[in-house]
Nanobody, 125 residues
């Protein structure tokens, strides 16, 4: 299973970015997927989770600003990030839960069994 995130970059506070993740070696239709991030010098933090049963959850820090979506036919996962803040600066990773189709918590995404290469998001003026 391979996951590759893209779409990161430098954006000003209040701006938007859309991250994409392509998944290979796994059919997303039977698995929960999500995003987590790691800021410099900090622990990994689960951000958002999407189940194939339409369950969707967000961490408190991003709820109302970030939107996760998925296209199972294309094996793609997306994260729309709006109203970005400097504290959102981090490397963002996508992940797939190899054991479940249901999203039970956004905070555990970084423990999912399949995790890919990340993409750097920098929010700065």
């Amino acid at each position: 299973v391979q996951l590759q995130a893209s779409g990161g970059g430098l954006v000003q506070p209040g701006g938007s970015l859309r991250l994409s993740c392509v998944v290979s070696g796994l059919s997303l239709a039977s698995h929960a997927v999500g995003w987590f991030r790691q800021a410099p010098g900090k622990e990994r933090e689960g951000v958002s989770c999407s189940g194939s049963d339409s369950s969707t959850l967000y961490s408190v820090s991003v709820e109302g600003r970030f939107t996760i979506s998925r296209d199972d036919a294309k094996n793609m996962v997306y994260l729309q990030m709006d109203n970005l803040k400097p504290e959102d600066t981090a490397v963002y990773y996508c992940a797939a839960d190899l054991l479940s189709y249901h999203c039970s918590s956004a905070e555990v995404v970084h423990y999912f069994g399949a995790r890919g290469q990340g993409t750097l998001v920098t929010v700065s003026s």
